[in-house]
């Protein structure tokens, strides 16, 4: 096992959530998003957070049970990130989002607001996603309004809605 030199669990701040012990965590090393002996959001355990690349847990956020933040990637505000969930590349998860069960948040993709991606839905590419998405699917365009999508036909009906709006004068 490698040594984590990136980033320590403090084991005197902790919360309590959902039966699990988070930890929040300091950087032990400066990165392009944090510097040295800044504290971060918290997590569960070190498979939470990567010890490679510039991925970082900010704030109140919190990364738990085998959800993971790696590449790039960060999460802050009151976002959450749990269960099978990962993410990862640049993505960004904030605000009060949640991104769990199976779902993956990749590429150069946002999730804000008080959006929930779950299941095993896919947000990459440059997705911007501040809508609930209750769906097994693939988004890779701005999806913003407060909506409820919850089969890829509506999801296809309401690619063709917006494509209509961006084309109409």
Do not use: H, Q
Request: glycine share 10%; proline share 1%; aromatic share 14%.
């Amino acid at each position: 096992m490698v040594e984590n030199k990136k980033y320590e669990l403090i084991k005197t701040d902790t919360k309590e959530f959902m039966g699990k012990t988070l930890f929040r965590i300091k950087a032990l090393i400066n990165g392009n998003y944090f510097e040295k002996g800044e504290l971060g959001g918290y997590i569960e355990k070190e498979l939470n957070l990567s010890i490679n690349g510039d991925a970082w847990v900010y704030g109140n956020a919190m990364v738990y049970g085998n959800a993971m933040v790696y590449g790039n990637a960060r999460v802050y505000g009151n976002a959450m990130v749990y269960g099978n969930a990962m993410v990862y590349g640049n993505a960004m998860v904030y605000g009060n989002a949640m991104v769990y069960g199976d779902a993956w948040v990749y590429g150069n993709a946002r999730v804000y607001g008080d959006a929930w991606v779950y299941g095993n839905a896919r947000v990459y590419g440059n997705a911007m996603v501040s809508a609930r998405i209750d769906l097994d699917c693939e988004i890779d365009f701005e999806l913003t309004p407060r909506i409820i999508i919850n089969s890829k036909r509506k999801l296809e009906k309401y690619k063709k809605v917006m494509l209509n709006l961006s084309t109409e004068e």
